[in-house]
Nanobody, 123 residues
Framework: QLQLVESGGGLVQAGGSLRLSCAASGRTFNTYNMGWFRQAPGKEREFVAE????????DYADSVKGRFTISRDNAKNTVYLQMNSLEPDDTAVYYC????????????????WGQGTLVTVSS
């Protein structure tokens, strides 16, 4: 099973950009679909983006379409989330997730998580 470690979070002004990274251990990274979720204070964890094992298919939550881009580098066992035009509502802890099938949108069905990285967007 993969182990995931996120990095790249921080404080940014509204309109700014950040790139999150999720580094995976293990030699089977390229057989997993990968996803990003986020959890704002007092709210439930929600789906943000997904990328297939090959990188050929991506999907996004409506709230981030056109602003966020998910990508992966299988040679580096890493998945990225490029976040542009950040808004205060994007403030959350961002989590990386992995699944052999499609990334479930229901959080309780996901068994592989990273520890999260905090993104704070100031207005």
């Amino acid at each position: 099973q993969l182990q995931l470690v996120e990095s790249g979070g921080g404080l940014v002004q509204a309109g700014g950009s950040l790139r999150l990274s999720c580094a995976a251990s293990g030699r089977t990274f390229n057989t997993y679909n990968m996803g990003w979720f986020r959890q704002a204070p007092g709210k439930e964890r929600e789906f943000v983006a997904e990328i297939s094992w090959s990188g050929g298919r991506t999907d996004y939550a409506d709230s981030v379409k056109g602003r966020f881009t998910i990508s992966r580098d299988n040679a580096k066992n890493t998945v990225y989330l490029q976040m542009n035009s950040l808004e205060p509502d994007d403030t959350a802890v961002y989590y990386c997730a992995a699944d052999r099938g499609r990334i479930p949108r229901v959080v309780r069905y996901i068994s592989v998580w990273g520890q999260g990285t905090l993104v704070t967007v100031s207005s």
